[in-house]
């Protein structure tokens, strides 16, 4: 009697363990395809804020509902002048102007140079050290629907400011569509040692619209 009555459950536990993978397996590419994703960060282009190796989680579905703010940092599907890739390549960078921005370089009127975002200088000490905001200087208005981004790692980042050198200050080819962006980094998680929030720095804040 006591074999027959713990049978059942053993059976049907096996029988369903199929199912039940399967769901898991279906939320799990689910939840890739749409809300979370990880990337490995490949190059030194947003050290020290990000180091080679590095593993961070993206969010992918907080741009359904609203645009890119400037500090966040995102992953975005860099156009194959930037990649060379014509399937395309993902890259991440810090968002610093967006539709409309007037984005200047440099102020000097104090101790060190800034960015300057619509009239507002901003303070950046997440670059590499002994970086400067930008290897020249610049003058441009993000077009509409488009991003200007740029590593922390200022002199060892392809960005923004490198393609509009190299197109000869084409501001469509230096900037980034919104509609390529993957999504928001917002925390390092592995090494653990280095894990961490990806927050907007504080100086970023007050930056008028433009």
Known sequence: MIDEQTEKPRSSFWKELPILLGVAILVAVLVRAFVLQTFFI???????????????????????????????????KAPTEWSGNPDGEDFIKRVIGVAGDHVVCCDRSGPQERLVINGKPIDEPFIYPG??????????????????????????????????????????????????????????????????WLTVPKGFDGIPNP
């Open 42 to 76: 490949p190059s030194p282009s947003m050290e020290n804020t990000l180091k080679i190796d590095d593993r961070v989680l993206v969010n992918k579905l907080v741009y359904d509902f609203r645009s890119p703010h400037r500090g966040e940092v995102i992953v975005f």
């Open 131 to 196: 970086n400067r905001p930008a290897d020249q200087d610049f003058d441009i208005t993000v077009p509409a629907g488009r991003l200007w981004v740029m590593g922390d790692h200022r002199e060892a980042s392809g960005d923004s400011l490198e393609h509009w050198q190299q197109s000869g200050q084409d501001i469509t080819e230096a900037t980034i569509p919104t509609d390529r962006v993957v999504g928001r980094a917002f925390t390092v998680f592995w090494p653990v040692g280095r894990a961490t």
